[in-house]
């Protein structure tokens, strides 16, 4: 099978390099002679049809920047079945051929199940500050995540010894 067009679509919560992943996607396919689509606001751009063709002036003065410029959301309506084939029509009426998805672990769980439920052709590329994907021994967004707390520690750290006082420090993720 040629691919002549791909999407690619962050989901679930955002990590440092998710641009810079998104970036690489690009140019890459744009070197490859491959057009490539970006969905914004995750799954649920996938449901509700929001994509555009991008170029490599879209991710121009993207891979210093944190989040995610294509966006990112939770999509109820991706979890049912109906949800993804509407994803599934949106993706064919575009005449794209892959999906890359670039998230976390519920993410990823998404795509895979969307990939048995289709046949689409998904590649999953992990992303999350926890590093709780099963499978892997690391993921974008990790290391600037734990080096970014440590940080923040080190300061707080100085300022509590200081006051003589103690501070509790709370940090998100699961594990």
């Not at 998710?18 to 449901?47: E, P, Q, S």
């Amino acid at each position: 099978m040629s691919v002549e067009n791909i999407a690619v679509l962050t989901s679930g919560t955002d990590a440092p390099g998710m641009n810079a992943a998104i970036r690489a996607v690009v140019r890459i396919a744009i070197n490859n002679n491959v057009r490539i689509w970006g969905v914004y606001d995750g799954y649920r751009g996938l449901v509700d049809d929001n994509m555009e063709e991008l170029t490599s002036i879209s991710v121009a003065d993207i891979i210093q920047r944190g989040g995610t410029f294509l966006g990112t959301s939770f999509c109820k309506r991706f979890r049912t079945k109906e949800g993804r084939q509407l994803a599934y029509e949106n993706l064919k009426k575009h005449n794209i051929d892959a999906l890359i998805v670039i998230g976390g672990d519920g993410s990823l769980r998404g795509a895979e199940e969307f990939e048995r439920e289709t046949g689409f052709s998904v590649i999953g590329i992990p992303a999350t500050i926890e590093n709780d994907i099963w499978g892997t021994d690391y993921a974008i967004g990790t290391d600037t995540a734990v080096n970014t707390i440590l940080q923040a520690i080190n300061e707080i750290r100085d300022t509590a010894k200081a006051h003589r006082r103690t501070f509790i420090i709370e940090v998100m993720g699961n594990k």
